[in-house]
């Protein structure tokens, strides 16, 4: 069965740095998630993107974040200077239709 | 935005027993998502439910929908060791994202 796959699992940077998270969708999905989950928190959502463009973020998803689908597969989330309060898993999704979403492993970022 | 909350926090059985938590939300969705989460994993998707339906079933999960109470029940039927996890609602309101709530952490005992 097709999943979501999402690189690296594990991320540690030092804040100020930039961060590349990488996810590969499900092939015929066409709409595309990012959330992230703080350490004992709530799933919270950050950007949805569909037809090359953001189609809706969170407060969460300011200057410092953007989002690329740079060649058909990929789905990529970067941080441009990370903070310690970044430091979250951060889980990508992919649609089908726009309603049921499935969801990568996550990845890990730490940020000391 | 709104979210859904999920009742109860944590719920403890014994494995054969059935597991039902419930999900309020606030105002009108499209759709209304079930996911359960393993320890420090990803989440995975369970059970989808349309705000025109009522009940739907899924192997030995049912989970009903009623919109006048704008809340939700997931229950988990016989039950097993490997439904050890947190399970959380999450709501569409058709904005091209889900709302997630705190979730139910279920311990089913052997």
């Known amino acids: 069965e097709p999943e979501v796959t999402q690189t690296p699992s594990h991320q540690v940077t030092q804040m100020g740095q930039e961060v590349i998270l990488r996810c590969v969708p499900i092939?015929?999905?066409?709409?595309f998630y990012w959330y992230r989950q703080i350490l004992g928190q709530k799933v919270e959502f950050l950007v949805s993107f569909y037809n090359n463009e953001i189609s809706e973020k969170s407060e969460i998803f300011d200057d410092q974040f953007s989002v690329e689908r740079p060649d058909g597969s990929n789905f990529t989330l970067k941080i441009r200077s990370t903070k310690l309060e970044d430091s979250a898993m951060y889980f990508c999704?992919?649609?089908?239709?726009?309603?049921?979403?499935?969801f990568g492993p996550g990845t890990r970022l730490t940020v000391l | 935005s709104q979210q859904g909350e999920e009742d109860p926090q944590a719920l403890s059985i014994q494995e054969g027993e059935n597991a039902t938590m419930n999900c309020s939300y606030k105002t009108s969705i499209n759709n209304l998502q079930w996911y359960r989460q393993n320890s420090g994993r990803g989440l995975v998707h369970l059970i989808l439910?349309?705000?025109?339906?009522r009940e739907k079933h899924s192997g030995r999960l049912r989970v009903t929908l009623d919109t006048s109470k704008k809340s939700s029940s997931l229950l988990i039927t016989a039950s097993r060791a490997a439904d050890t996890a947190s399970y959380f609602c999450a709501t569409d309101e058709g904005d091209y994202k889900l709302s997630f709530g705190a979730g139910t952490t279920v311990t089913v005992r052997a």
């Open positions: 439910i349309r705000s025109n339906e």
């Open positions: 092939s015929n999905h066409l709409y």
């Open positions: 999704a992919s649609s089908p239709a726009g309603d049921t979403q499935y």
